[in-house]
């Protein structure tokens, strides 16, 4: 037999109930636009009932846990697509920035002074005898070793600026690394409870995509709830509360990831750092060897020609262009100061003979086997090309993985995203719920009361 | 599918960031006249603008070089006219000094006109362009005849190289006529004969001044040779430069085809663009306001 007494008790641990149900729509309300907040809900279980002699009569329900709606499957697939979203947008900065110092539109880049050159050749081969003539040829040879040595300089210094790049990624992610290790600790008693981990959880959830902008790495959870990290080849990275830092290394072949000693530089294929060790170590080094490919050649055939011809002095056998094999488009310099030097006329000819001067002008379009075959010209063309190509394949991916992103992120928002609609048919419940039980409770007063009065 | 309000506020900004990146491209074309600005635009096409630039910098060159060639062969050309000129008086003259009835006195002077007329070949044979003597080969800074040991014989000091110019690709005209075939060549020697005609007139030496006649019309050949030659390289100027003029045409239209936006095209997209913006604005910001908490009171 069970009491009004009783029943009021009920009353109130139903309240309490929906005022714990009330307080997650609140959350949930609250969080609507946090980023990676998973929605929570109640779920509520009957309580165990009294047993009397005439049946189990229900003491109403409690709150059996906070539950948030997770997938583990579309988390992962998050991750997965965001290490190679980092990675496509760590190239893209320093691939365009490669093309455009190549291409150089409007100014005159390396192309342009290319052509100037051999035209200045072309010039004087029809007025060789003219020393103004033989200034310009001076002249447009410093232009182009300039020109070279300029778009050397600009690539070096954007190997520089990626470079910090790549260290700010290394603060980066041994920042998150820590704030995921110390997470581990925070949701150990949670989780090893059974419990959700909540607002801790999705934190950690967040700070995991964050990484993964960053860096490639496998991850699982244990059975204390406690995110293991490791590099893809399998080198830890968060342990439980512990955890290692990455530590940058420069070297002039690019730089070198180590964790605890160990190169782990291989282990990077994908995030923002595996982008930045790749145009350091590769991108950008094969286009400075390029440019030094290119000066030496300039240089050598240029000078073979120039050596066979004679200065107005009658004076054969000399070099146009200088440069040192060490640093090759660094000092690339016109060798000689004096116009009369430049060997324009065949040795023993005239001076209005420009039959020299002419053949370093068709040099422009002969093959260079130094050059695989090509001229000067299209080998630089060439670059442009390449460079052109690497920029476009990353923007097309990038565009593409956006919108992979895009549907998966949407995927998981439909599963753990907060709707407003529905959290405002949860409150209209519970306030009806909280409504019915306050007049409960005032109907079992009066019913008390009427006892009262009987008594009284 | 159930919807969370995250998903509206992603794809509303998605959306936005797409269609502004459209409406940037678009609107960039449209004030830069220009839908290829980085190779990454058409990366194939870069490569190629750079080779028509490359091409389009070579014809300047070569305008200038057919200019340069033009002002030669024009002085060559006037010079060897004012040669043939001076060969038909040299003919008359010496034809009238052969006549019996001339007194010693009128035959002394023919051959001293003739005298004259040496000097003028001479003058003509020592023609500059910029300080450079024409009629000397490559060697365009001496005096192409200079007058031997015994003061009577002129001998040709240049040499026989010729002065080529590139006017297109692979092209090259020679410029210059080597002084050594106009005025000192095997069997005319022009210079030369013209004085010992005088000297032949003024012995009376008939015999001699009909030999000397003979040479006198080998050299008008020799010369007309020379003239024929110099007439087919500015020709050949004008031809070449005909057809730089046509090549220039066609890659000015092939670069434009390349680098040039579609104005009509781009100005279209872009106030399409706009209007999508704006639309997806509106949507966005009423999306925004929707929920059931508005109604709920």
Known sequence: MSSLFDSLQVALKTMGNLQTGISVVNDNVANVNTPGYTRKRVIFEES?????????????ADVLRIEAARSEFLDRRILSEQQIQGNLAGQQFALEQIESVLYNEGQPGISDQLTKFFNSMSELASDSSSLSRRQVVLGEGAKLADSIRSAYNTLSSLREANRTEAKNSVDKINLLLGQIADLNVELEPLVSLGMDGGSLQDQRQELMGQLADQLDFVSYQDDSGAMTITTSGGTPLVVGGESNRLVLEESNDGIRIKVDGADVTADLNNGRLAAYEKIDAETIPSYLAGLNQFAEALADEVNSIHASGAGLDGVSGRDFFTYSATDPVGSLQVALTD??????????????DGTVAQQMADLRDQSVTSLGGNSLADFYSNMVFQSGLDARYVQDSLANQQKVLTQLQNQRDSVSGVSLDE???NLILLQRSYQASSRFIQVVNSLLQETMNLIG | MRVSENMNVRSFLT????LRSRLYKSSLEVSSGKSLRDPSDDPVGAARVLRIRDQMSRIDQYYRNINQSRTFLAATDDALNSVRNLITSISEKAAYGLNGTLSQDARDAIASELDQIQGSLLHTAGTTIDGKRIFSGSEVLKEPLVLGSDGVTYTYQGDQNALSVEISEGLQIQTNVAGSDVFTAAGSDLVNTVKQLADALRAD???????????VDQATQSLDVCRTRVGQSLNQLETAKAQLDQRAFNLTAEISGLEDADLAEAATSLSQNQTALQAALRTGASLQSTSLFDLIG
Request: charged share 10%; proline share 9%; glycine share 18%.
């Open chain 1, 48 to 60: 165990p009932p009294v047993i009397t002699p005439e049946g189990a009569i229900g003491t109403g």
């Open chain 1, 339 to 352: 116009p009369a030097a430049v060997a324009a006329a065949a040795v023993g000819a005239g001076a209005g």
């Open chain 1, 423 to 425: 959290e405002a048919v």
């Open chain 2, 15 to 18: 959306n936005l960031a797409d």
């Open chain 2, 205 to 215: 030496d008939s015999g001699a001044v009909h030999v000397l006649m003979g040479k």
